[in-house]
Each structure stands twice: as structure tokens, then as C-alpha cells.
């Protein structure tokens, strides 16, 4: 498959493309030519989710977050320990999705992975682009021969909680603290 020409990433080294509800979505491993796309994604989906947990957008779309955010995505996709998929549909990024190694040094990588993240476009949501990208990283668990995955969400984006619950996860008991004094809560999903 070729790479989209609105983002210029890498040649598909995915397993094709998937029927979803408006289109066929393409996932692939992102490059830099996707990074401008990846940020927008993650700032409309964080935008959405963020609000309505009932955090002001301003709160969550500054400058100095914008500049964090290409910094990190850029790191992510350079690394040789992350792994960063995008989702493309009819041509346009649709969605994405970060996984590597857990950031804790109490879990041990040789069993677990982390989900770092899935952002999907608000307008997207509800077609099975996010379905798609977390089928990635359950594959990634039975490709790596790892027993459990764990993520992290906010407490308030219930979305997002739900969908993690639909497809298996469960609270672990961690948490971390987030914004409008909500914890960010650590799920975990056990591959069997």
C-alpha cells in the first residue's frame, strides 16, 4: 500500500486495510511526514474528550502544549522502542496510535506492554477506527508473546473508559494525577 499523499509517511508495514463504517481505513506505521496530521488528530480528540469532562479548551490547546506535542509525537516515531501507528481513511488521517515498553520500572517488559495512546478524530468516532488501532496493539501482545498490556485514561473521559471496558480491560488500582484534580487511572488488559 502506498503512504497517503496528504501526509507522506512510510510505506504500510501493517496487515492492510479494514472495512470501517464511512470508508477503508489503512493503518501503517507513522513517519515524520505524518507528524502535523498526528498533533491535529491529538489535539481535536484531547479537545473533546478534556471538555467534556468539563475542562476548558483553553486549558488544553496552548502554544506551549502545541510545541510539547510535536516534540513528543516527533520522539515517539524516532524511537526504537516506541511503536506509532496511524489510521488513515479515504486518504485522510484519521486516528493514531502510540505502544512500547511500560513507563513503570515496577512492570517488567519481557511481560508487559503499554498502551501509551489511541486519539482518533472526533468526526470519526463511533466507526471503528479506534477498534482498529487497539486490535493493533492486541496483536502486538500475541505477536511479543506478552501477558498483559496496561494503559492510563482520564478518570472524567468516560468515552474512552468505556470503550478500554468493551474490549476487555480492567482498573488496575493505579492512578497518577491529572488535570482539574482528576487522576489519570491505570487499566489493564490480560492476554491469554
Known amino acids: ?7 507522506g509517511g512510510p510505506q504500510s508495514q501493517d496487515r492492510g486495510g ?11 506505521e507513522a513517519g515524520l ?4 496530521g498526528i498533533v491535529e488528530v491529538h489535539s481535536r480528540a484531547r479537545a473533546a474528550y478534556y471538555g467534556a469532562g468539563g475542562l476548558p479548551v483553553g486549558e488544553t490547546l496552548t502554544p506551549e502544549l502545541a510545541r510539547e506535542q510535536r516534540e513528543g509525537w516527533a520522539a515517539a516515531i524516532t524511537s526504537v522502542h516506541k511503536q506509532v501507528r496511524v489510521a488513515i481513511v479515504d486518504g485522510v488521517l484519521a486516528g493514531v496510535l502510540a505502544m512500547g515498553p511500560p513507563h513503570s520500572s515496577d512492570l517488567d517488559p519481557r511481560t508487559t506492554a503499554q498502551l501509551y495512546q489511541i486519539h482518533v478524530d472526533p468526526e470519526m468516532w ?23 498490556g496496561v494503559l492510563e485514561v482520564w478518570e472524567r473521559n468516560t468515552r474512552a473508559r468505556a470503550f478500554y471496558t468493551r474490549h476487555g480491560w480492567r482498573p488496575d488500582g493505579t492512578s497518577r494525577p491529572g488535570p482539574a484534580e482528576t487522576p489519570y487511572v491505570g487499566m489493564q488488559l490480560t492476554h491469554p
Do not use: N, Q
Request: aromatic share 4%; proline share 2%; charged share 25%.
Open 126 to 148: 463511533g466507526r471503528g477506527v479506534g477498534g482498529a488501532l487497539h486490535a493493533l496493539f492486541v496483536r502486538h501482545l500475541a505477536d511479543e508473546g506478552l501477558a498483559r
Open 18 to 28: 479494514l472495512d470501517v463504517e464511512g470508508g477503508l481505513v489503512e493503518v501503517r
Open 1 to 7: 500500500m502506498s503512504a497517503s499523499p496528504d501526509y
Open 33 to 36: 511526514g505524518d507528524l502535523l
